[in-house]
């Protein structure tokens, strides 16, 4: 078999266990590169405690924990997923987003319905902190692909917390660049804070 012709095979592989009718099983941990840890009030934990050598990013946006629960893209693209189609801030026009709503997400990690507040944390350092109730009430959606695309990292990926504003009232009368201030793209931390 020559190089191309295993490369061609190989994405195509890769291709097929991405697609909704072919969507493996969710795995317990990660086999790939970790895209969000979840810690704090998280009911179940899939790695080690925080480590100052590796955990660098989550270390200088003042992250510690003993337990924690992560996803990998492929864990996360086994969960159900969810198509939206809001008009973005960005250039103004509708696009189409996939991803599994955040709901399931935090129902994996053992995240409580209640009594609990979620902080959505960027790459870039920006957070938000939203209510379990507003993540049900907005249904939200942890967007991994934009346009059929995946979201890229230096982008708007390649996670992103995000809604559809265009059908949620409260939302869609305000301006563009109003409707998406609880809407952090680029997440790789959730922070569960009790209470």
């Known amino acids: 078999m020559n190089k191309r012709q295993f490369l061609s095979t190989a994405a195509l592989g890769l ?28 009911g179940k934990s899939n790695r080690p405690a925080f480590d100052p050598a590796f955990d660098q990013m989550l270390g200088k946006h ?13 864990m ?47 790459i870039d350092g920006y957070a938000v902190v939203v209510t379990p109730a507003q993540i049900k009430q907005y249904d939200f ?4 692909e934009r346009d059929g695309l995946p979201l ?9 917390a995000v809604y559809d504003a265009d059908r949620i009232p409260e939302l869609a009368g305000k301006p563009l660049k109003e409707r998406f201030a609880l809407s952090p ?3 790789y931390h959730i922070g569960v804070q009790a209470g």
């Open 15 to 42: 291709g097929a266990a991405a697609l909704p009718g072919h969507a493996a099983k969710p795995s317990k941990t990660p086999g790939g590169p970790v895209l969000l840890t979840l810690t704090g009030a998280v």
């Open 62 to 74: 003042k992250v510690s924990f003993e337990r924690a629960y992560s996803f990998d893209y492929a």
């Open 76 to 122: 996360l693209t086994a969960l159900p997923a969810v198509t939206i189609k809001p008009t973005l801030e960005y250039d103004g026009k509708p696009h189409i987003l996939r991803g599994p709503r955040l709901s399931q997400v935090l129902k994996v990690a053992g995240v409580p319905d209640d009594g609990v507040r979620i902080l959505l944390q960027a």
């Open 141 to 144: 959606i942890l967007a991994t």
């Open 152 to 160: 890229p990292l230096g982008g708007l990926g390649p996670l992103w």
């Open 185 to 187: 793209w680029g997440v």
